[in-house]
């Protein structure tokens, strides 16, 4: 394709030279996680769970609604990129000691753990809990974590930084593909266009981002709307936006007390709302012949 991306164009010649591997010239991927659960194909699977892993409790109860809904993919985030180095009972993340937490919900529940990992040194220590490494938003291009991350052979979740071209997020998940790791899923989470909207949506959700990818990359998107809006109000009609626009997964933020959530307190949907979104999403997915799973 020409020109299509005013200012950061994707050329054809960066389809051959500067992203072979997570282009658009090759077979679309197929990522199969197993249980079901495919990326790039007709199914959308959903990644959801509270923003962090705050305790057992909270993360059990949100298992077994997944396994009321027939959702199997949990966002299990142990290690959080907090924008402030500042922490309370109130505003924390779990660190290692999350770790033991993830291990019982392995023991307890038939899921599939997505978790970000920040820092190259902590790969050894929970690569055999989890299942997929996410990559944040703030570390789409921080290249060794993402080559010591494909070493792995986990899959990956790979999010697109909210100041980063789709030319950019190619060459990022290029940097996990030519290590022979071909489970790369991408993420759009939003980006910043402060201008455009009012302060507290944080970041708006490119949905155009969605269908440009698929037309540039042989790679499966996702949506995540709930870091793009940071409002729980919009969940919902930014979910179903994103299925419109052929997103090919779902990761979004639910909680027993959104309101109280230890991070992002104001994204989180409740028990109910979730289950609701899972049933309309469902309706809308199948009137485009694809299944939530
Ligand atoms: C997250 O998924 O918890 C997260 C921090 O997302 P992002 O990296 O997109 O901000
Ligand atoms: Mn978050």
């Known amino acids: ?170 060459g990022s998940a290029e940097y996990a593909l030519i290590e022979k790791n071909e489970n790369v899923i991408l993420c759009e989470r939003g980006i910043s266009a402060p201008h455009t909207h009012k302060a507290t949506s944080r970041f708006l959700l490119d949905l155009q981002s969605i269908p440009a990818i698929k037309d540039n990359s042989c790679l499966p998107i996702i949506s995540d709307p709930s870091h793009a809006c940071f409002w729980h109000e919009w969940v919902r009609p930014l979910t179903l936006g994103s299925i419109a626009t052929g997103a090919e997964g779902i990761m979004v933020e639910f909680h027993e007390n959104p309101r109280e959530a230890a991070v992002d307190p104001l994204q989180a949907i409740s028990f109910k709302e979730f289950e609701d979104l899972v049933d309309q999403s469902r309706n809308l997915a199948e009137s485009l012949n694809k299944k939530i799973v």
């Not at 080559?147 to 986990?154: G, L, M, N, V």
């Open 1 to 170: 394709m020409d020109n299509k991306f005013p200012g950061k164009d994707i050329s054809d010649e960066d389809l051959k030279n500067k992203f072979p591997l997570s282009s658009s010239i090759n077979e679309k991927k197929i990522i199969n996680l197993g249980k079901n659960i495919k990326f790039g194909d007709d199914l959308i699977p959903f990644i959801a769970g509270p923003n962090g892993v705050e305790n057992q409790d909270l993360m059990f109860k949100c298992c077994e609604i997944l396994e009321k809904k027939n959702i199997k993919c949990l966002r299990g985030n142990i290690y959080k990129p907090l924008t402030f180095p500042y922490r309370s009972n109130k505003y924390f993340e779990a660190g290692d000691k999350g770790i033991e937490v993830l291990r019982k919900i392995k023991e307890n529940f038939d899921v599939i753990i997505f978790t970000e990992i920040m820092e190259e040194k902590k790969i050894d220590d929970v690569k055999d809990v989890i299942d997929v490494i996410q990559i944040g938003a703030r570390n789409m291009q921080n290249f060794p974590l993402i080559t010591a991350s494909a070493k792995t052979a986990k899959p990956i979740l790979l999010k697109r930084h909210f100041g980063s071209s789709i030319r950019d997020l190619l």
